[in-house]
């Protein structure tokens, strides 16, 4: 399964926790913490889209994913799931279906998506853009 962009973060948060659990010296001292998904303007974060009062999600890309993170609620739970287009991914929660049109071509074969503790993780493999035909 491809990196998901917050494991450098979760990877951080482990080595302080076994830092701060270990008994090798002194403690590390932790003043604060932030954890920012997406930069802009105050309200509403880019690339998060609202599809209604009971479903929103965030979308977040790299140069070889998209990476779509939602809620599922409480009464979805267990009746989550995706479909994946050409260019599109289609997620069904309980009797709701939302459909994200992305920029770039995917892979269906290639993405994944999970669902764990109440989190939809959608991972959409980009298939590569064809350079500049040449002829000889």
């Known amino acids: 399964m491809p990196n998901n962009p917050y494991d450098e973060i979760f990877r951080s948060i482990a080595k302080i926790l ?12 932790i ?6 998904a ?25 140069e070889r994913c998209v990476y779509i993170t939602a809620r599922v609620p409480p009464a979805c739970e ?18 709701r279906q939302v459909t994200i049109d992305l920029d770039d071509e995917i ?11 109440g989190v939809l993780d959608v991972v959409c493999v980009k298939l590569p853009r064809e350079g500049p035909v040449s002829s000889l």
């Open 31 to 36: 003043i604060g913490c932030t954890i920012i």
């Open 38 to 62: 997406s930069g802009g303007s105050p309200g509403r974060a880019p690339g998060q889209d609202d599809a209604g009062p009971d479903f929103s999600y965030e979308l977040t890309e790299s």
């Open 78 to 95: 267990g009746r989550a799931s995706v479909a994946f287009g050409p260019q599109a991914v289609t997620v069904t929660m309980g009797e």
């Open 18 to 29: 076994e830092d701060v659990l270990g008994e090798n010296g002194e403690p590390p001292r």
């Open 107 to 117: 892979d269906p074969g290639q993405s994944s998506v999970s669902v764990n503790h």
